[in-house]
């Protein structure tokens, strides 16, 4: 049963993070970047949970808990970062941004 | 008396380190007091030197400053030496240099490298009088060495213009043949000897060589070749008419009365070696024989005033060449000194000529400078005389006929070498009446804008009087007979091995050798001197006039050869394997730095293909 549980948690997991990452790479918009980011992150979180339940060991849910607050961090500096960016630039493109090439 | 000694050559020295460290601070008076007063002193001390040896030119001293090089097998000191042959060196080295030092200090008053000048002047100085007095033949190199790198540096003094510095290139890098011969020659004698102290390699080449024994030859071959290459003798003459590029004064010093003389310093000094090798003497003798004839010809063709007293200078040189070749070691260095007055003066005062005219140096532009200049005028009638030997009362004559008549009378001499001479006197006489009778005399065609200053008139005035009276220290014994100044070298260098009864008599090759003298004065009266100049133009005169074309077949034969080579390996073949690498790591640079486009979402899918692959791999 607790096997079951775990190879059906892992696929949903797979699922969303490859759900994240196809927003990651598909869209040029920054926000949806952003969004595909914290959809990848909260697969993982799901994996960190699975396992925790799995073997009965409180691990999984502190990590679980870290990734939430990196995954908060990271909301927070992004979206300041998307902002100012609109205000410099007026877009929030991903692929206007290339002056850092070579 | 030592410390004298050390301080002949240290004085020039340390006049150069003045003038090219602080000479920046020093104003134009300045400079020249103390380049002026550095060699006025070394005179003096040298004055000091050799006063008391003038008695009969016994005595030797030496100091021992310090250990240059101790390897073994091999033991060189820093040492001077001093004996009856380098105070003839240093007495005309100084006495010379001062008086163009003097000349100078106004003559290259209005060029702007006026301190660079006169620091190469006394670096000069001191490298020719480290090389005249070196007790061994390591540092007589240094000093050899150091006096090309002065004479490169002074013809190339007017770098701006191309044609000097290719002119100075040429001078260094012919010179450079010979010293590099010389540099082998030096090779062997450490290998042979373990010592280069030369009074120790002449005793002991004495004791173990036979005379014409393989070495012996093989060292003197390659010591001639450095001295050929020094004082410009076939056939690396080439260098010296093109050196005329120099300032005027350089000329004089550099280029006529030192410097080129270094050759004859060399064989004179390394005398017992050449004793031991009789063919390689006699190739000497050969050598000076046929470059005075060719050069006395080449100077008949110039129409440039400097360079016919170049052509001059190789053909005197070669007189010493041939002089040293019969055995007649005092006869080389008095004509030696002889040469270094008279030569210097008829530079000077061409100089002067050159300098009032505007940079001219073309004869047939010249005219009537004997009533417009008759300061250069006399100076180079004076200096003219002597070296065309007119008989009796001018130097040249008393050291040309000694040469003459040793070469006939000597053991190794031969009737040929004198007849060599003899027409060569007949030819020296032509070619300086030449110029004088058409620059100074003549229509005038140029107006003076300048007139000799003081100082440059001093000087020729005291070299004029010194080309007048200096052959009286040496009178043939048909003229009543005094012989102290081969009395004085004598210590030094053995008297010449006379053949007993020879066909001709002294007095009666010296009325030959007169007679012919007075001859080439009268043709060049005839053919220069009444009337107006005509210049004469036809094949041989242009064969004369380029040198006897030994400039177009190294031109032919080693330069274009070698310039050709230059060119196909512009791009290095031996570096082609390093090349290869940078550009191996320039590509990939490239190719890498494709990568770097800067597009976010990229980089996103190549670390999430990344990952899967090492994801992937870590499973497999």
């Not at chain 1, 396992?51 to 908060?72: C, K, N, S």
């Not at chain 2, 060029?111 to 020719?128: D, I, K, P």
């Amino acid at each position: 049963m607790a096997d079951l549980l775990l190879s059906h948690g892992l696929i949903l997991a797979v699922l969303l993070f490859g759900a994240g990452l196809l927003v990651v790479l598909s869209r040029r918009n920054l926000m949806y970047i952003l969004m595909g980011i914290e959809i990848m992150l909260n697969a993982t979180g799901l994996v960190f949970v699975l396992g925790g339940a799995r073997w009965g060991q409180p691990d999984g849910q502190v990590l679980f808990i870290l990734v939430l607050t990196v995954a908060a961090a990271e909301v927070a500096v992004g979206l300041a970062l998307v902002l100012q960016m609109y205000r410099q630039r007026e877009t929030i493109d991903a692929d206007a941004m290339r002056e850092l090439r070579e | 008396m030592t410390v004298l000694l050390a301080l002949i050559p240290a004085l020039p020295l340390a006049g150069f380190a003045i003038l090219a460290l602080a000479g920046g601070v020093l104003p134009r008076r300045g400079i020249g007091t103390v380049a002026v007063g550095a060699v006025l002193l070394s005179a003096l001390a040298a004055a000091i030197c050799v006063i008391p040896m003038l008695g009969g030119g016994q005595g030797v001293t030496t100091v021992d400053l310090w250990h240059w090089v101790v390897v073994p097998g091999l033991k060189a000191d820093m040492a001077l030496r001093l004996d009856a042959l380098s105070a003839v060196m240093i007495g005309v080295i100084t006495g010379v240099g001062l008086l163009i030092h003097i000349y100078s200090a106004t003559f290259m008053a209005e060029e702007h490298g006026y301190r660079r000048y006169f620091a190469y002047l006394n670096l000069f100085t001191a490298s020719m009088l480290i090389l005249v007095l070196a007790d061994n033949l390591l540092m007589l190199y240094m000093g050899w060495e150091l006096v090309g790198l002065c004479s490169y540096l002074l013809i190339g003094f007017g770098y701006e213009a191309p044609d000097n510095g290719r002119a100075a290139r040429k001078a260094f890098v012919v010179t450079r043949v010979g010293d590099a011969a010389m540099a082998v020659g030096l090779f062997l004698l450490v290998a042979q000897f373990g010592t280069l102290n030369i009074a120790a390699i002449m005793d002991q080449a004495q004791l173990q060589w036979a005379a014409g024994q393989p070495l012996a030859i093989a060292v003197t071959l390659l010591l001639l070749a450095g001295a050929v290459g020094k004082s410009a003798q076939l056939p690396l003459q080439t260098w010296l008419p093109d050196a005329m590029a120099g300032p005027t004064p350089v000329s004089a010093l550099i280029h006529a009365a030192t410097m080129v003389t270094a050759g004859v310093y060399l064989i004179a000094r390394t005398h017992s070696l050449y004793e031991l090798a009789p063919p390689v003497q006699t190739l000497v003798a050969i050598i000076g024989a046929a470059t005075l004839l060719l050069s006395a010809f080449s100077a008949l063709a110039q129409r440039d005033i400097k360079r016919i007293l170049a052509y001059s200078t190789i053909s005197q040189i070669g007189y010493m060449f041939l002089a040293l070749g019969v055995g007649a070691y005092s006869a080389a260095l008095f004509h030696f000194m002889t040469h270094a007055f008279f030569k210097a003066l008829l530079f000077l005062a061409a100089g002067v000529v050159i300098m009032a005219l505007d940079d001219e140096h073309d004869i047939f532009r010249m005219g009537d400078l004997r009533r417009r200049l008759p300061g250069a005028f006399w100076g180079f009638l004076a200096g003219g005389a002597s070296l065309a030997a007119l008989p009796l009362i001018t130097a040249g004559f008393y050291s040309k006929d000694l040469i003459l008549s040793d070469a006939f009378r000597s053991q190794a001499g031969s009737g040929w070498l004198w007849a060599a001479g003899v027409l060569g006197a007949f030819l020296t006489s032509i070619y300086i009446f030449r110029p004088l009778f058409i620059a100074f005399g003549g229509e005038a065609k140029t107006t003076p804008q300048r007139r000799a200053t003081r100082p440059e008139l001093f000087a020729i005035a005291v070299l004029s009087v010194l080309s007048v009276i200096g052959g009286l220290v040496e009178i043939p014994s048909a003229l009543g007979g005094y012989h102290g100044f081969s009395a004085f070298l004598h210590a030094t260098l053995p008297a010449v091995p006379v053949a007993g009864e020879t066909a001709l008599g002294e007095g009666t090759l010296m009325l030959i050798s007169a007679a012919v003298v007075l001859a080439g004065l009268g043709v060049a009266w005839w053919r220069f001197g009444t009337g107006a100049a005509v210049e004469h133009d036809n094949a041989l005169l242009r064969l004369w006039g380029e040198g006897w074309g030994f400039d177009r077949v190294y031109d032919l034969f080693l330069v274009k050869p070698y310039v050709w080579l230059a060119r196909i390996d512009r791009r290095d073949v031996v570096d082609l394997p390093y090349t290869l690498i940078a550009a191996a790591a320039r590509t990939l640079h490239r190719g890498l730095s494709a990568t770097q486009t800067g597009r976010l979402r990229w980089y996103a899918a190549s670390i999430a293909g990344g990952a899967v692959i090492i994801i992937a791999i870590g499973v497999l």
